[in-house]
């Protein structure tokens, strides 16, 4: 068990509506990460939070949106929702340790469905 | 875009070594080779790491080439809870560097 949770499991939405996705992170971990995988394929990065702010993003349009509070849980808002949104939506949490190596732990993924 | 290429899918034997190649001959001197499988309907788990010597753990052995070009990581002794998609990355160290997956090896471990 990575220790990173995020709800809700499974979500459906309708096209034009606005989401928002919650993880809480490893304890001990500071730096929350979000991924979209699409069906049948690898992950791909949105964006990374650290100490509240935005710290790197991918290429992702600004309909998707982050948050992170001062316990480090993060949030990921999803507005205008499009049927290409649906996908399994990852959080991952991690910490730099000393040697600046870290890992990436994952959490199981909301499966958002937009109908 | 993904900086690795691997093989779409592999099968094993049960009980036997999975070889899982990777090619990434664009890789950096300061970038580092990892692993991470996603067993079905799970989030990606972090397998092993390396930057130029071969390295094991508890799960799995890395081997990277002397010239860094490919690497393969081995799982000495597969089960049937080892069938998973295996995504291998370079990646930069630190924290401000995401991770950019490819389509992965699906690994069919098999009776």
């Known amino acids: 068990d990575a220790g990173v949770t995020q709800s809700p499991t499974h979500l459906i939405k309708t096209r034009g509506q606005q989401v928002t996705l919650r993880c809480s992170p490893k304890?001990?971990?500071?730096?929350v990460s979000w991924y979209q995988q699409a069906l049948g394929q690898g992950p791909q990065f949105i964006f990374q939070?650290?100490?509240?702010?935005?710290?790197q993003r991918g290429n992702f349009p600004d309909r998707f949106s982050g948050h992170q509070f001062p316990n480090y849980s993060s949030e990921l808002n999803v507005n205008a929702l499009l049927l290409g949104d649906s996908a399994l939506y990852l959080c991952?949490?991690?910490?730099?340790?000393?040697?600046?190596?870290?890992?990436?732990?994952f959490g199981p993924g909301t499966r958002l469905t937009v109908t | 875009d993904a900086k690795t290429t691997q093989p779409p899918s592999m099968d094993c034997a049960e009980g036997r070594a999975a070889n899982l190649p990777c090619n990434h001959s664009?890789?950096?001197?300061?970038?580092?080779v990892y692993w991470y499988r996603q067993i079905h309907s799970q989030g990606p788990q972090y397998i092993i790491h390396?930057?130029?010597n071969n390295e094991t753990n508890e799960m799995a052995s890395l081997i990277i080439t002397e010239d860094r070009k490919s690497s393969t990581l081995i799982l000495p002794h597969a089960t049937l809870r080892d069938t998973a998609v295996y995504y291998c990355?370079?990646?930069?160290?630190?924290?401000?560097?995401?991770?950019?997956f490819g389509a992965g090896t699906r690994l069919a471990v098999h009776p």
């Open positions: 990355i370079v990646r930069l160290s630190g924290g401000y560097n995401k991770l950019i």
């Open positions: 304890s001990g971990h500071d730096t």
């Open positions: 991952a949490s991690s910490t730099a340790l000393p040697s600046g190596i870290y890992e990436q732990y």
């Open positions: 664009t890789i950096s001197g300061n970038e580092y």
């Open positions: 390396g930057l130029k």
């Open positions: 939070y650290y100490e509240e702010e935005e710290r």
